[in-house]
């Protein structure tokens, strides 16, 4: 479901950055009870001369660009909690290591979303909390 | 139009399959009467080590971004014909190889949508069919 | 703000040309006076054998998806206006060349953007005006 594009310059972050980054943005959705396997996370290595910010090439910005399937958030708290939670998940690889960084989410309505062809169980929370307990999709 | 971003690991397709999925997928859209042109898919290999899925590198799932500018569907049951549709195309390279998968649909207003700088005559069905029937956008 | 990813024929642009088609795009943004440090693009290149149309495998197509946080254009003579600067501004690099190209622009909400980890001051011009000055997010 959340599913995150992660732009980076290529020498960003090391394999175990990339696993602990993933393990803390993972930690957001299974806290509220998201199966672990909904989270998706892309690292996408751009190259410094095709990385343009402000018209200028660099290698000091990570982009991420989310997306919500799951759960739209409901107001504008909501919505501010969620980017007070995210930021705080990625400082360590990211502000603390002195990068600039630009995050937004954008909320998709679900209708034409499918885990394994399944219609995932956001209207049935027994099956979902079934499908955060086996961590896979199954048929209901 | 639609556009299709898969994402998958390096070694998933080969060039044959890339060139009979694209097939497949691009006949659902020619199906209905769009031109062929307007079916444009992008296959982006993510290595193991940049491809989380709940916090776990993975080289075992295929995650599919679509954007529809062309149509968008007017209830559910349309949309859930879209994606029964959608998802028999694909079975044969991706469900039928052991893979996990996942694919959503994004519909977006097709307002600032050009085709080699033309507005698609998504409000003229006749100037549409000759954009099929050539294969390309031509002035109107 | 403005995020813009160019899917491109590996051999498509120069280095020079993706400096001076980034500083097209640029001046867009910052002539109604946005920051030029929201203005992100990247440069994805697409190997031949990935890049579909119409179930055909190209390298004569540059697929650009534009996404706008700061600004929703209200009306659509605006985003008219929008798509035919932006048409004029890639076309050198782009149409002169003989190349196909698709474009389209999504406008997302701006609630869960962050710079940096700021709020970006859309609702404050003021301080809109002091970030495009200084070209980076300080805290207010």
């Known amino acids: 479901m959340p599913l995150h594009?992660?732009?980076?310059?290529?020498?960003?972050?090391?394999?175990a950055d990339k696993t602990s980054l993933s393990e803390r943005i993972t930690k957001i959705y299974t806290n509220v009870g998201l199966p672990a396997f909904y989270v998706v996370i892309l690292f996408i290595p751009i190259e410094k001369d095709s990385f343009f910010v402000g018209g200028q090439s660099t290698d000091k910005?990570?982009?991420?660009?989310?997306?919500?399937?799951?759960?739209q958030l409901p107001d504008?708290?909501?919505?501010?909690?969620?980017?007070?939670?995210?930021?705080?998940?990625?400082?360590?690889?990211?502000?603390d290591k002195g990068y600039d960084?630009?995050?937004?989410?954008?909320?998709?309505?679900?209708?034409?979303?499918?885990?394994?062809?399944l219609i995932p169980p956001i209207k049935f929370p027994e099956i979902?909390?079934?499908?955060?307990r086996l961590n896979k999709p199954i048929p209901y």
Do not use: C
Request: glycine share 4%; aromatic share 12%; proline share 8%.
């Open 101 to 117: 960084w630009e995050v937004h989410v954008e909320e998709v309505p679900p209708e034409m979303w499918r885990e394994n062809g």
């Open 61 to 71: 910005l990570i982009r991420i660009v989310i997306q919500h399937l799951a759960r």
């Open 128 to 132: 979902e909390k079934e499908w955060a």
């Open 76 to 95: 504008d708290q909501r919505k501010t909690e969620f980017s007070e939670k995210y930021e705080e998940a990625i400082a360590p690889f990211i502000k």
């Open 5 to 15: 594009r992660i732009f980076h310059p290529p020498g960003a972050f090391s394999v």
